[in-house]
């Protein structure tokens, strides 16, 4: 079983940064974020597997960077130069024992309950 809530979302302008946290109660070989604006649906954006390899969407690639802490169980999502089509709910998954990462948020077994960002122009 695997826990997640996440924080550190809020308003940014474009251009600026932010840093969520996810802090993690059990283990997964795979953990992501997602993310989820007004009526589209669930993307993926970063993923990490085996607390090392990391993979991003080529929406936020070179921009977003996905990092773990396991001393502090926290998963962390670093956020620069945002854009206004960057807003969404933001929200943390785990998809449980060593299963590897997808894209597709329905396989994913574990989630947060979601942290907004909003970048404003």
């Known amino acids: 079983q695997v826990q997640l809530v996440e924080s550190g979302g809020g308003s940014v302008q474009a251009g600026g940064s932010l840093r969520l946290s996810c802090a993690i109660s059990?283990?997964?070989?795979?953990m992501a974020w997602f993310r989820q604006a007004s009526e589209t649906e669930r993307e993926g954006v970063a993923f990490l597997e085996n607390d090392v390899t990391t993979t991003y969407a080529d929406s936020v690639k070179g921009r977003f960077t996905i990092s773990i802490d396991n001393a502090k169980k926290t998963l962390y999502l670093d956020m620069n130069s945002l854009k206004p089509e960057d807003t969404a709910m933001y929200y943390c998954?785990?998809?449980?024992?060593?299963?590897?990462?997808?894209?597709?948020?329905?396989?994913?077994?574990?989630w947060g309950q979601g942290t907004q960002v909003t970048v404003s122009s």
């Open positions: 998954a785990a998809r449980g024992g060593r299963a590897s990462c997808s894209k597709y948020s329905w396989i994913y077994h574990y």
């Open positions: 059990g283990s997964s070989y795979c």
